[in-house]
């Protein structure tokens, strides 16, 4: 089962509205309409429920049976054990999470499930909500927007919700790296998880405002050009070079070939008008992440792809966080540029054409 998503004897446990095969290759069930909670939580497979039972154990000396500090979360419709515990841990039926989910979207006048499933023995769930009043456009590229929400009946991770973006060209994904609380929230599974997701839930009503801050500000990264320096200074501070001295640069090398690779190509000339921009390079960033930064393949994702890691990454661990970082650090440098009066009347366009440019940032020619 290489793309990990639970299947539960029967069936692929997830569900996705319309044919699209760009996320999920067909697996899973189809919905051709806009689906409700109810509906969401039947077609993806996840009407069941799941319990916190206290372990015991043994004295090796005294053969006594005693109490633990552990638990173990069970699922009711096959007896599975998903996970152990520590006592503070606080179930949430998925029944519940959906339901909460619903609340958010009441101030998202359109929004609608768009898929939802469950991955590895089913005790991490997600669902995705499509969002249209959240959209964004920069010129003729389009970015359709999604809350996301994930979480885990394993004690794996807390619950997640965030807004990401995907650009309908090539499907990446942007998550939103605004400093808005109503971008993104985590809630760990404790008692005082209830009262913080009814407070999330007044956070969260600002979604579309959120998604058009994030459109303006992408939309000035369009109108900033990239100069040789202001690219050395940004490519510097995401992909540090190794401090160690006779370390090896072999795949500093590789991962800034890529991303300027992607950068020269803008998605293949779709975008002119972007060409050599701050939002060109975000692209390229972003782009590189979602499809071709290696992912490590941890004893949690024993049997994953290196794609599906790599997904997982790009929303939820280092992908998400170096997409953020790619956010702040190249509004930030090209912001101060225009603040110095650099001037922009020779954009570096063809990186990998300029050896110049490519020695400074240590790319061996």
């Not at 179930?91 to 991955?119: P, W």
């Not at 005790?123 to 885990?152: M, N, Q």
């Not at 293949?268 to 930064?293: C, K, M, Q, W």
């Not at 790599?310 to 929303?315: G, I, S, Y």
Request: charged share 25%.
């Amino acid at each position: 089962m290489a793309h990990n998503i639970y299947n539960d004897g029967t069936k692929d446990c997830m569900f996705v509205v319309g044919t699209r095969e760009d996320a999920w290759h067909l697996l899973g069930q189809r919905c051709d309409k806009a689906a409700t909670w109810e509906q969401a939580v039947e077609l993806a497979g996840l009407n069941w429920k799941v319990f916190k039972q206290r372990n015991y154990a043994r004295q090796p000396q005294t053969g006594k049976v005693v109490e633990t500090d552990s638990y173990t979360i069970f699922r009711d419709s096959d007896n599975a054990q998903l996970g152990t515990v520590g006592p503070e841990y606080t179930v949430k039926q998925n029944r519940e999470c959906f339901q909460f989910i619903d609340t958010l979207m009441e101030a998202n006048g359109g929004a609608h499930y768009d898929s939802a499933g469950a991955l590895g023995n089913g005790a991490r769930i997600w669902c995705a909500v499509r969002v249209p009043k959240a959209d964004i456009a920069i010129g003729g590229d389009k970015h359709e927007s999604y809350l996301v929400f994930t979480t885990a009946h394993d004690g794996s991770m807390a619950h997640i919700a965030k807004l990401t973006t995907v650009r309908v060209v090539c499907q990446n994904t942007l998550n939103s790296a605004l400093s808005s609380e109503g971008s993104m929230f985590r809630v760990k599974h404790t008692a005082a998880a209830d009262v913080r997701l009814n407070r999330a839930k007044e956070l969260m009503t600002g979604i579309t405002v959120d998604a058009k801050t994030l459109e303006s500000k992408l939309a000035q990264l369009a109108q900033r050009k990239m100069t040789r320096e202001s690219m050395v200074t940004v490519l510097n501070r995401l992909f540090p070079a190794p401090k160690e001295e006779n370390a090896s640069t072999t795949r500093r090398e590789n991962v800034l070939t890529d991303v300027l690779n992607l950068y020269a190509a803008n998605d293949n000339g779709a975008f002119p008008e972007i060409a050599g921009s701050a939002y060109n390079l975000l692209n390229a960033v972003t782009e590189y992440t979602d499809h071709y930064r290696s992912a490590r393949i941890t004893d949690s994702r024993q049997g994953w792809t290196q794609q599906q890691a790599r997904a997982e990454n790009a929303v939820n661990g280092t992908g998400d966080r170096l997409k953020a970082s790619a956010l702040a650090v190249i509004d930030d440098v090209t912001e101060q540029s225009q603040s110095e009066h650099v001037p922009f009347d020779s954009p570096i366009i063809s990186p990998m054409d300029d050896a110049q440019f490519l020695k400074a940032l240590g790319i061996r020619l």
